[in-house]
């Protein structure tokens, strides 16, 4: 009869660890899942199966799934626009600015302004996320927001940075250049988001008539 080999650092048999191991991918299977299908405001389901794991799990746990492989549960839920799990897994302690381990290299503000959600950007910014970070193509939040083609988002983001007043440090941030050297109003949505991010490049500031109190965009 077999015995399990125990482990030198804590005295325990090896399958003691392999069960555990197994345990936590269905859990974490579980929670990805609870996730993506809670289709309520407040999370709840998804909010209840987290309670099933200890807050460091939870925080610290990767996607495995095909087609979502790296990405964490911020990630997830900022791809998804839920506020709610956005919100309850930063008071968890989650990192604000994980990086995903899958080819992409996004964050969890790239997901959201690249899905539009934008409380959910707003609340990563505040929380402390940067519009430096890059993904793989050396693409910032400023580059996704130009993506979007949304004047909005755009503007809510240099404000929630707290930079719309500082004409220097917009006009730096409009000339990073992804890994083609490609300015944001190089990859711009639609000519609106181009024209301006070509004026903040510029001068600094928005043009008046993209100020909040102009028409919506």
Partial sequence: MSTALPDASSGLPTTHFILHSQKLQVQAYELFEALEYDTSDSADFFKEKASDVSQSTLVSLRDRRPGNE????LHNAARKGSLSAVLFLIRAGHPIEPIDSCV??????????????????VVLIE???????????????????????????LRA???SAGISG???RVKELM????IKRRLPEDIAGNEMIRTILKGLREHGQMSPIFRPGAAAM
Avoid: C, M
């Fill in 70 to 73: 790296g990405r964490t549960l």
């Fill in 104 to 121: 992409s290299k996004r964050t969890p503000l790239h997901e959201a302004i690249a899905y539009k959600h934008l409380e959910v950007a």
């Fill in 127 to 153: 929380a402390g996320a940067s519009l430096l970070t890059a993904d793989v193509n050396r693409e910032n939040a400023i580059h996704y927001a130009a993506r979007s083609g949304s004047a909005k988002i």
């Fill in 157 to 159: 983001l240099l404000t």
């Fill in 166 to 168: 500082d004409r220097e």
């Fill in 175 to 178: 000339q990073t250049q992804t």
